[in-house]
């Protein structure tokens, strides 16, 4: 009997089953940069960096947590791992974090966007923003614009956004980026936050064409992190008893965030979104060049970023 070919956009269901790529490619001397490496997917990343002799770069908002994967990473690896404190729903905190890295790391050879979160119900920042808008894209994409020239001094170097298959939820609406007017639903307050990451990843790899720097998304796989663990007791319990039980170990989430970052063939694909380290065709709403230059623009302001001429 034939196989049925899936379209392009559902590929993401076959892409869960299939062999993922790999690579033993050494990482000895590269600096890394990591959000959300206290837990899940950024922690499996920075476990697997360290493995292939990466100095590491853990920024995160738990330094005590920070602290004791340091120490666990140092008894059995000899490379770097320093820790810089921010807080991803504060974006002075993300500032303050750009400019120690930019003081104390003459070269960033790679920066890993993997602090994210998922909640049920809408809440602010102290800035005013959605929270899970804020921490999945806000932060993120203003820590990459603030390292840009840093990293392309560095160059080769590359960024990934670890980002979801959520995206597919949609739920970005440009006239409520802050959910104001519109019933709040977890699922979509996601996936607006990761289409937003898309959308402006597609725009930093055109303007870091030629420039040595690549930018990528990517789905980390279906595995079983710390993610939704804030939200309510029903939740939680839907979460562990059923969820957790289809999920897989982060463990394939940082093998694959290591090839996306080391893998030779990569060296100069950019604008690209992976699941896994499959090549996969995102949902046609993350592909909106004209939606996403819209986007770029209100995440400068809402950033506190000089605009574009
Ligand atoms: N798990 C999956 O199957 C899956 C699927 C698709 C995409 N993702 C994406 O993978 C990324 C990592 O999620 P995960 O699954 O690894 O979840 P996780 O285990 O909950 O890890 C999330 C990380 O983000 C950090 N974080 C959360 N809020 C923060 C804030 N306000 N400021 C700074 N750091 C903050 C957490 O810090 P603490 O340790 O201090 O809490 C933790 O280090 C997210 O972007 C998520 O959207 C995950």
Redesign the pocket.
Same mark, same amino acid.
């Given at each position: 009997m034939t196989k049925r070919k899936l379209p392009e956009e559902l590929k993401f269901i076959e892409n869960r089953q299939a062999v993922q790529k790999t690579t033993t490619v050494s990482m000895a001397g590269k600096v890394c940069v990591v959000?959300?490496? !206290?837990?899940?997917?950024? $922690?499996a990343a920075v476990k697997r960096l360290a493995r292939g002799g990466a100095q590491i770069v853990m920024v995160?908002? %738990?330094p005590g947590?920070a602290e004791a994967i340091r120490t666990e990473i140092l008894s059995q690896h000899h490379v770097g791992v320093d820790i810089i404190s921010?807080?991803?729903?504060v974006l002075d905190d993300v500032r303050k974090a750009a400019d120690l890295l930019l003081k104390d790391y003459p070269r960033i050879d790679v920066l890993i966007n993997?602090?994210? $979160?998922?909640s049920t119900t809408r809440t602010t920042t102290p800035d005013g923003f959605e929270t899970v808008f804020c921490? %999945?894209h806000l932060?993120p994409f203003l820590l990459t614009y603030l390292l840009i020239d840093r990293l392309k001094q560095s160059a080769p170097a590359r960024i990934i956004q670890? %980002?979801?298959?959520?995206h597919r939820f949609g739920g970005l609406d440009l006239n409520d980026l802050n959910w104001e007017r519109r019933h709040y639903m977890g699922i979509r307050g996601?996936g607006a936050s990761?289409v937003a990451q898309l959308l402006t990843t597609w725009e930093f790899a055109d303007r870091l064409k030629d420039s040595g720097v690549t930018i990528n998304a990517m789905?980390?796989?279906?595995?079983k !992190?710390?993610?939704g663990?804030n939200n309510g007791p029903l939740y939680r319990w839907y979460l562990h008893h059923i969820i957790w039980r289809t $999920?897989k170990d982060?463990v394939i989430s940082g093998e694959a965030v290591f090839y996306l970052a080391a893998a030779p063939e990569l060296a100069e694909v950019s604008g690209r979104f992976f699941h896994l380290t499959i090549d996969e065709k995102p949902a046609a709403h993350a592909l909106d060049r004209e939606k996403g230059r819209k986007v770029w623009d209100r995440s400068m302001e809402m950033t506190g970023l000089i605009p574009d001429p």
């Open positions: 959000s959300g490496s !206290t837990s899940g997917v950024g $922690l995160c908002r %738990n947590k921010a807080d991803f729903s993997s602090a994210g $979160l998922h921490v %999945n932060a670890v %980002n979801s298959e959520g996601y990761k789905h980390p796989g279906d595995v !992190t710390n993610i663990n $999920l982060p």
